[in-house]
């Protein structure tokens, strides 16, 4: 077993901090670390908060921390950042509106940079929602970077996905092009004092009553951070909706698709792994111009690479 799991197991802060930096840099150890985690797991309530930018994610995070400790319960939050062009870490770092939470030994925050991932997630935030669960937190919160459509991407970490939008944003016209609708557990609307607000309520709730069903309503929370207005409610929504999960099939049929998900990224990395390896030792193969055609050649160095390594594969055995 690997050492960081025994120091885990024993709530060694250090050694959560160092997994977590392990799977980001995707250490060749990583598989054998993630593996003995998996077992670990505690069932902890995993929340994602996606939206625009701006909308006041982080805000409305710092307040549900607060309510989370009020209720003598721990949590972890993974930020997950843009990705700095130069250093290529997170481009906003821990976040400074949770930073009277840094001395809170029940707290704990990372942030995370995207690091060029589709899906606007680090591609390692579903092992370190893992290994944070492993390690004892209560509640796991994820906040995304917010670029419209990538925000799909967190259906396939959390259980509970809430929406956050604000007033005249135009954010309604994002929800209808990326097709968050579909992902939204509840939706929240930050700023809730801003002109605009009732217009944009009667828009989400004929929404919701086009896309509800009838074991679950998707329910609609005003909050004003700055006034730490709406955050009970918000937090008891997102409680009803995680003992709606486990109390009906719907939260085993959303954690089987979820691991489907995974399994199949976890496939595709190893393949564009071993692929990877191959480009580099036979880099003569590209010979990329500004006039090649990517999608033949694409295709001939995959079929090459298949018949090269499957025929190597096939002798080891």
Partial sequence: MHPLVDRIKHKDIRALAKAITLV???DEEKLELLSAIFSMQKKALYVGITGSPGAGKSSLVNRLIEKVRAE???VAVIAVDPTSPFSGGALLGDRVRMNKHFVDDGVFIRSMATRGSLGGLARATKDTVRICDAYGFDVIMVETVGVGQSELDIMKIVDTTAVVLTPNSGDVLQIFKAGIMEIA???VINKADLHGVG???ALLRELVSMTSNEQYEVPIVKTIT?????IDELWDHIKTHHRFLYETQEGE?????????EVMELMREEIWREVKLYLERENSLLQI??????YRLAKTLFEKWKEEEGGTAHGRE
């Fill in 226 to 230: 700055t006034e730490n207005k709406g």
């Fill in 24 to 26: 980001e840099n995707d």
């Fill in 289 to 294: 111009t500004a006039s090649v055609d990517p």
């Fill in 199 to 201: 217009k944009l309520t």
């Fill in 253 to 261: 049929k959303r954690r089987v698709q979820q691991q489907e998900l």
């Fill in 185 to 187: 557990d509840l939706f």
């Fill in 72 to 74: 003598g319960k721990t």
